[in-house]
């Protein structure tokens, strides 16, 4: 073989390689573009699962705190609503108690015996200012239309009034009226209450 034939044997097989090689190095960059395009398409779809699920994650963490201000805020409105009816209830037996004089004791006693007619009997506390029990008993003595007057150890303020024969007996005293008033005032003020917090 001669030189020359030889020269462009290996000037052809040079050339082939590098041709081949030079189709091998497009083919890899190509593969690898197309991997990186796969890898970036792979990144962006978890990049915005992610950040739907972050966002869904804080609305649902929103909805939460937004559930959990309005207990909260309902819970606290229901505690200032019972605090003030105990406020309310402690005034009014304040009132009460201090409004609730011997005088109006003697009033309240000679005006329900008046009322209730005969055969009724009457219980004063134990503890009753002894000149007020003198003035009611003399009073009533007069009028005839009790059974009996007697003192009662367990009755601390205002008096009980009894009727056996038509089977009832009521008792009047402070804390009794305290009771009744607040009974009814206290669903006044609740619904009072109640508008308040709608507005």
């Known amino acids: 073989m001669s030189e020359q034939t030889l020269d462009k044997l290996i000037a052809t097989l040079k050339s082939e390689a ?5 189709k ?9 573009r197309e991997k990186a395009q796969k890898i970036l398409k792979e990144a962006e779809a978890k990049r915005a ?6 966002e869904k994650e804080a609305k649902a963490t929103l ?17 200032v609503h019972n605090d003030l009816l105990k406020l309310l209830k402690a005034t009014l037996e304040q009132e009460v108690a201090t409004t609730f004089t011997p005088d109006l004791t003697e009033k309240a006693v000679l005006k329900v015996i008046e009322n209730v007619g005969t055969g009724a009997s009457l219980q004063l506390p134990e503890n009753m200012d002894a000149s007020l029990a003198e003035n009611i008993q003399k009073r009533l003595q007069e009028s005839d239309s ?22 009832w007996s009521y008792q009047i005293s402070p804390k009794a009226i305290t009771d009744l008033l607040y009974e009814h005032l206290s669903t006044t003020w609740v619904n009072v209450l109640k508008n308040e917090s709608d507005q």
């Open 18 to 22: 590098i041709e081949t090689a030079d």
């Open 24 to 32: 091998e190095a497009k083919q890899i960059v190509e593969n690898a």
């Open 49 to 54: 699962a992610l950040l739907n699920n972050a």
């Open 63 to 79: 909805d939460k705190g937004e559930g959990a201000l309005k207990q909260a805020a309902r819970d606290l409105t229901v505690s």
């Open 146 to 167: 009790l059974e009996a007057i007697s003192k009662d150890p367990t009755l601390l303020h205002g008096f009980t009034i009894t009727k056996t024969s038509e089977g």
